[in-house]
């Protein structure tokens, strides 16, 4: 090593830039002296893990790859972070009303997580919300304190209606917010039958509309929320019934990741003026509900492109809560208890992928031999091509090269080139990209359309996970998460790859990559050595991904772990092995006991024809049923 941290001309500090770690990763991760990922559950406290000791060590335990390491600490610096954001402005500018925020369920609902959240939360008094029924159930299990708080939105039925009204008698707040204008009906049905004074609330759709791949959950055409007339309707409706008092909320959601906070103070402008008028007209109220939308920022680009956010948790706060104030200090109206519905935010960073590289695809490129007399001219011409490239030709070296390509394979289709001398003829293209490539390294200017060589040239990491399974957004809506490798981050990552999953499908690779500048088609990586495991990290996939996975060629849910920051070090607790292959079929109503009856029969059928052995029989039936009881994924060491 030199004096500034460098080995072979390589730094930890290099790595950190290169994969954008600070930009994303701040407070939670970052890179060690050792050039390994480590993770800060609680940035309170100055302790680390290093995330590649802790894999290994899990790894040691039977959790095989790829597992998703959740940090509940983390979750709970979360919700610390968010409830400590509002009191401050609600500090600061003097608000005259409190925060409570509930976390969405639907954006994570496995148990653990959601009981960490009812846990951490309690000191805020922090609530849940649930969008469909099944989701109800959860959050009335879940919320068993007094006082806890939950909202309740989605399509509602009968069922789901007398369920939550019901409910209401707990010692709870329960909120049942009408999404359609045919749920306010619903409610009074659910209401005279139980002799129970529902407690409503309102989604308004906005004008206002977010920004991004979610902006039309808001908006005039929106899927869910009143109409003005619709609002006007259940006042009306509410009054004739003497039932004002009843209307307790407004709500509104934006979207999700809205990454510009314009659209955030419009809607909140709009939104005042609309809770505003609901007190003038005569109905209860005391809560805005701003919904969620709250942005993640997973390029760490601090801007408003799609994957990033224009602004903080704190800055996001601040304007909510002066939106609210100053609509209310202007008419005169008490200032409501302000809800907001936080998922991705809170929950994207408590979880890691960590998969291993199984193997490596790339280009061939040793120099190609020189065309002997006897060989066809185009072979020769191909290979003065290839020697001829330098900096200054790049561009049409590449035009010469694509060409003899495309020529050697129309000579090869009538007839006039055989398939070894196809062979070598391709050979050489990849030679001249190389060649290009290299080349281009020495040039200032690299001209647009050269980008392909580069694209091209990339090698494929084949990694042990299901893209459909742990990161179906990717699939879904080309969204951004970081990816990077967890150790060797002292060394250079000399090779650009995409990551093929293990799923058949050919949209199951990751070719795009977050880059301050721009999207990228490849990440660098590091050549993988035999016998070395290669471990990579997706990270921030914490909201959504878990609960949209599918089984995709029945690749099953990845072992899972929460690992909490202990005096002594840390505790590994909710080992959660992911499915065996029995269990996923189980699942599409095979009934494995009889797999294994119907092979086992052609087996002894084939030992009896003589067409196999005893011990080949034997192979074969120890494969199929200990692969039934298996893990989906595969085995590093395979
Ligand atoms: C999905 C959803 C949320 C959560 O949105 P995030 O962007 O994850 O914060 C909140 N409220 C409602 C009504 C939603 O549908």
């Known amino acids: 090593m030199d004096g ?56 040691e335990r039977g959790l095989d790859l790829p597992l998703l390491i959740r940090f509940p600490n983390i979750l709970q610096d979360r919700i610390r972070l968010l409830n400590e954001s509002f009191q401050n402005a609600i500090r600061e500018y003097g608000y005259d009303g409190t925060y409570r925020g509930v976390f969405p369920v639907k954006v994570n609902q496995q148990r653990h997580l959601v009981e960490e959240i009812v846990e951490s939360g309690r000191p805020w008094r922090f ?43 707990f010692d709870n707040m329960v909120v049942v917010v009408l999404e359609r204008i045919e749920e306010l009906d619903l409610a009074f049905r659910a209401s005279e039958k139980l002799g129970i004074r529902p407690c409503l609330g309102v989604r308004a759709k906005l004008s206002s509309k977010g920004i991004g791949q979610w902006a039309d959950s808001a908006g005039d055409r929106a899927k869910f929320g009143l109409t003005m007339s619709e609002i006007v309707h259940v006042v009306d409706e509410l009054q004739q019934r003497d039932m004002l008092d009843c209307l307790k909320l407004l ?35 005391g809560y805005l509900d701003v919904g969620g939308g709250l942005a993640v920022d997973y390029d760490g680009s601090k801007t408003d492109f799609r994957g990033s956010m224009n602004y903080d948790l704190q800055e996001y706060a601040y304007d909510v809560v002066a939106g609210i104030q100053e609509a209310c200090e202007k008419a005169h109206v008490k200032s409501p208890t302000i809800v907001s519905e936080s998922g991705r935010s809170i929950a994207a960073y408590q979880s890691v992928l960590i998969f291993d590289a199984l193997g490596v695809d790339h280009v061939d490129f040793e120099d190609p031999q020189e065309p002997t007399k006897n060989d066809h001219r185009i072979l020769d011409e191909f290979y003065e091509t290839w020697k001829g490239i330098q900096p200054k030709n790049v561009q049409e070296s590449w035009h010469d090269a694509q060409q003899a390509l495309e020529e050697a394979r129309s000579l090869f289709k009538f007839g006039y080139l055989g398939i070894r001398e196809l062979a070598r003829a391709e050979h050489l293209f990849w030679s001249c990209c190389e060649k290009i490539r290299q080349s281009m390294r020495r040039v200032k200017y690299v001209p647009e359309e050269l980008n392909a060589v580069e694209d091209m040239m990339g090698a494929i990491y084949y990694c042990n996970f299901s893209l459909f399974q742990s990161a179906p957004d990717i699939w879904a809506m080309d969204h951004l998460f970081p990816f990077m490798p967890i150790h060797r981050l002292d060394e250079e990552p000399t090779v650009r790859a995409r990551l093929a999953d293990l799923t058949c499908d050919s949209d199951g690779m990751v070719d795009h990559f977050i880059d301050v500048e721009e999207v990228q088609r490849s990440l660098h990586l590091h050549p993988v050595t035999p016998d070395q495991p290669y471990l990579l990290g997706m990270f921030l996939g914490g909201a959504y991904q878990e609960i949209l996975g599918d089984l995709h060629n029945l690749f099953g849910d990845t072992n899972a772990v929460h690992v909490r920051l202990e005096d002594s070090g840390y505790s590994v607790s909710n080992v959660i092995k992911g499915d065996a292959i029995d269990e996923v079929l189980r699942y599409l109503q095979y009934d494995p006991e009889e797999m294994v009856e119907r092979v086992r029969k052609q087996a002894e059928r084939a030992l009896n024809k003589g067409r196999m052995t005893l011990p080949q029989l034997r192979t074969f039936m120890d494969h199929y049923e200990n692969s039934l009881r298996g893990y989906t994924y595969l085995k590093g060491d395979a």
Not at 138 to 153: K, P, R, S, V
Request: with cysteine; proline share 4%.
């Open 4 to 59: 500034n941290g460098e080995l072979n001309g390589w730094s930890i500090k290099k790595s950190a830039d290169l994969y954008q770690i600070q930009g994303w990763g701040e407070p939670y991760f970052r890179i060690n002296e050792r050039g390994r990922v480590e993770v800060r559950p609680d940035p309170t406290q100055d302790r680390a893990i290093d995330l590649y000791e802790l894999t290994m060590q899990l790894g």
């Open 127 to 169: 609530g849940l919300e649930a969008g469909s029924k099944p989701e109800l159930l959860i959050t009335l299990a879940a919320m068993e304190d007094e006082n806890g708080f939950i909202i309740c939105n989605g399509y509602k039925d009968l069922a789901y209606m007398e369920t939550a009204l019901v409910a209401q008698r």
């Open 251 to 285: 709500h509104f959601h934006l979207g999700s990741q809205v990454s510009s906070i314009i659209p955030v103070k419009n809607a909140m402008r709009e939104a005042g003026q609309i809770y505003i008028e609901l007190v003038k007209m005569g109905c209860e109220m």
